[in-house]
């Protein structure tokens, strides 16, 4: 069982640079999710999807793209990466809640970036 | 939900005794409830969720939750900590009745085991 994947697991950027990150989950799950972590601010929400072809913002979604062409897959972009990005990023999948624990989060194992 | 509050962002606790992490949550509904955990450099994985079946939860690794409507409190216990459960703890609610379910994350307790 895959459930949640992301790729690449860990990535060194300059400044300036760009890349994707890629979720790919194999549970036919409507909502997909981007979190980063960073110490002491336990997990913050960049952007979220609800359905294939739909997204939308989160907390802190300055600096970051996404795109969901496909329900399985979500991928997050960065621009013109900056230092203030280094984080660990976290996706996470799930069906629509229903109430009484029907919503339960699945996470990937995370992607680890650096901006030099 | 409007707020998940955990009330200690580190606990530590010596090898063998009980463990207690206190989550409160602030709502008009009952949402659903969660607790996850995260070990050093890894994913979260789901402890233990609330499905309105019971109001204490039973979860993997020993953790149960009681579910407290009338103190909105969902508090993670352990009769017996072991090393291996070192980690950061997640308490997560969940409210259908939000725009796109909303998920609103607490912001975490640190649990140290000593030896």
Known sequence: ?116 | AQSVTQLDSHVSVSEGTPVLLRCNYSSSYSPSLFWYVQHPNKGLQLLLKYTSAATLVKGINGFEAEFKKSETSFHLTKPSAHMSDAAEYFCVARDPRERDDKIIFGKGTRLHILP
């Not at chain 1, 609800?50 to 913002?57: D, L, N, R």
Request: hydrophobic fraction near 30%; charged fraction near 20%; include cysteine.
């Open chain 1, 1 to 116: 069982n895959a459930g949640v994947t992301q790729t690449p697991k860990f990535r060194v950027l300059k400044t300036g640079q760009s890349m994707t990150l890629l979720c790919a989950q194999d549970m036919n799950h409507e909502y997909m999710y981007w979190y980063r972590q960073d110490p002491g601010m336990g997990l913050r929400l960049i952007h979220y999807s609800v359905g294939e072809g739909t997204t939308a913002k989160g907390e802190v979604p300055d600096g970051y793209n996404v795109s969901r062409l496909k329900k399985q897959n979500f991928l997050l972009g960065l621009e013109s990466a900056a230092p203030s990005q280094t984080s660990v990023y976290f996706c996470a999948s799930s069906q629509r809640d229903r109430g009484y624990g029907t919503g339960e989060l699945f996470f990937g194992e995370g992607s680890r970036l650096t901006v030099l």
